[in-house]
């Protein structure tokens, strides 16, 4: 507890919504009642790139318990889906391998087109703002807002100096002081 003359401790976003509500599922709530949906699709927002990392398990641990949740709080069918590849040759079903922002753009809007389907997007909580730019590029598309994929951000896994915990950033830089502290 901060006394008068200590300052706050640090909230993130994801700290301060997670404390206003009762359970994590409240956040689609809204959506499942206006759009009354007959399944819903929790999409892991995690790149398979080698071992996954703690966040990585976070992200996808949280899409199964959603789904788990959703069923028992709805009764909707859930599914959860791990499909990031982008089906643009027609002969061999070639992979396109775009920067992560607009492959999200893309796959996103592609969910736009099952009106029977609530999309869920489980991301961890380093993409809060990232989906701010998706937003802005879905809505310049043309996607009503009323339509954009529903999102849950998992809390983010800090460093000791409170740096996001990253495996890739861990292996660009393992001198920085960022990383002070962390065991091998």
Same mark, same amino acid.
């Given at each position: 507890? !901060?006394?008068?003359?200590?300052? !706050?401790?640090?909230?993130?976003?994801?700290?301060?919504?997670?404390?206003?509500?009762?359970?994590?599922? /409240? *956040? &689609?709530? !809204?959506?499942?009642?206006? %759009?009354?949906?007959? +399944?819903?699709?929790?999409?892991?927002?995690?790149? &398979?790139?080698?071992?996954?990392?703690?966040?990585?398990?976070? =992200?996808?641990?949280?899409?199964?318990?959603?789904?788990?949740?959703? +069923?028992?709080?709805?009764?909707?069918?859930?599914? =959860?889906?791990?499909?990031?590849?982008?089906? &643009? $040759?027609?002969?061999?079903?070639?992979?396109? /391998?775009?920067?992560?922002?607009? +492959?999200?753009? &893309?796959?996103?809007?592609?969910?736009?087109?099952?009106?029977?389907?609530?999309? =869920?997007?489980? %991301?961890?909580? /380093?993409?809060?703002?990232?989906?701010?730019?998706? /937003?802005?590029?879905?809505?310049?598309?043309?996607? @009503?807002?009323? $339509? *954009? @994929?529903?999102?849950?951000?998992? !809390?983010?896994?800090?460093?000791?100096?409170?740096? %996001?915990?990253? %495996?890739?950033?861990?292996?660009?830089?393992?001198?920085?002081?960022?990383?002070?502290?962390?065991?091998?």
């Amino acid at each position: 507890m !901060p006394t008068l003359d200590a300052p !706050p401790p640090v909230l993130s976003p994801n700290s301060v919504l997670a404390n206003a509500l009762l359970r994590s599922i /409240d *956040m &689609i709530r !809204p959506q499942v009642i206006a %759009k009354r949906p007959k +399944r819903i699709v929790f999409v892991v927002g995690t790149q &398979i790139n080698g071992a996954p990392h703690l966040g990585t398990n976070i =992200v996808q641990t949280s899409a199964f318990l959603l789904a788990k949740l959703a +069923r028992r709080s709805f009764g909707v069918e859930t599914a =959860v889906t791990y499909f990031h590849s982008l089906c &643009i $040759d027609p002969v061999d079903g070639g992979y396109l /391998d775009l920067a992560t922002l607009y +492959r999200n753009v &893309i796959k996103e809007r592609a969910f736009v087109r099952e009106p029977d389907v609530l999309y =869920v997007m489980v %991301k961890g909580g /380093d993409w809060a703002f990232g989906a701010q730019l998706v /937003d802005g590029a879905l809505l310049a598309l043309g996607t @009503p807002a009323a $339509d *954009m @994929p529903a999102r849950i951000f998992t !809390p983010m896994v800090l460093s000791g100096s409170g740096a %996001k915990l990253s %495996k890739s950033l861990l292996r660009a830089a393992p001198d920085s002081p960022a990383h002070a502290g962390i065991e091998e």
